[in-house]
């Protein structure tokens, strides 16, 4: 089975600073992960997801994530943080070569202060 | 296009009620999963259906939740008699493909308060 450690629940930090939020998981087998965001009042969206390649992946705000196989981390990480990046961010893994079902870790919320 | 819809938005009933709970997927979507949200707590999966068909129901809690999607369009959640530990966030989600990697789009939620 698998499993997703997010160890903040939440993470405060002023505006145009630098932000990273952990994510740590176990899995016996070989897995793709993903990070979702879930703003105020809707639905998740998928922010960026590692699947092969390059273990830097990158979304189109300005959000990356590094996929660490040695350390099992998949942290994700801006240098920049804006008003409306708060959010709450969902670390998340699924089995390559299954279907999507997907295990979740159990969110941090970001506020970013003016 | 219309992304994945629920409704109602939010549903407040007492314990021993029963309250069903709906998702539209997004059209063409052959695959679509139910998620829950306890308070605090992780996303947990609860289902997923491919077309009519129930492919994976591993994580439905007890035999008081009962899914169907009659003709594999949208799709329903039932709880009946509802307790008070069924409170969360259910969370619908669709995919064309079911293959691990793909993206799974998922609906605003269904906020249910068990009083």
């Known amino acids: 089975a698998q499993s997703v450690t997010q160890l903040d629940s939440q993470v405060p930090v002023f505006e145009e600073a630098p932000v990273e939020l952990r994510c740590n998981y176990s899995?016996?087998?070989?897995?793709?992960l993903f990070w979702y965001v879930q703003y105020p009042n809707q639905g998740l969206q998928l922010l960026l997801k590692y699947l092969s390649g390059s273990t830097l992946v990158e979304s189109i705000n300005g959000f990356e994530a590094e996929f660490n196989k040695s350390q099992t981390s998949f942290h994700l990480r801006k240098p920049s943080v804006h008003i409306s990046d708060t959010a709450e961010y969902f670390c998340?893994?699924?089995?390559?070569?299954?279907?999507?079902?997907?295990?979740f870790g159990t969110g941090t919320k970001l506020q970013v202060i003016p | 296009e219309a992304g994945v819809t629920q409704f109602p938005s939010h549903s407040v009933i007492e314990k021993g009620q029963t309250v069903t709970l709906r998702c539209d997927p997004i059209s063409g979507h052959d695959n679509l999963y139910w998620y829950r949200r306890v308070m605090g707590k992780e996303i947990k999966f609860l289902l997923h259906?491919?077309?009519?068909?129930?492919?994976?129901e591993s994580g439905m809690p007890n035999n008081r939740f009962l899914a169907e999607r009659t003709g594999g369009t949208y799709s329903t959640l039932k709880v009946q008699p509802a307790e008070l530990e069924d409170s969360g966030v259910y969370f619908c989600?669709?995919?064309?493909?079911?293959?691990?990697?793909?993206?799974?789009?998922f609906g605003q939620g269904t906020r249910l308060t068990v009083v």
């Open positions: 259906f491919v077309k009519e068909s129930k492919q994976d």
């Open positions: 899995s016996s087998v070989s897995v793709y």
């Open positions: 989600a669709s995919s064309q493909t079911a293959g691990g990697g793909t993206e799974a789009f």
């Open positions: 998340a893994v699924s089995l390559r070569g299954g279907y999507q079902k997907v295990t």
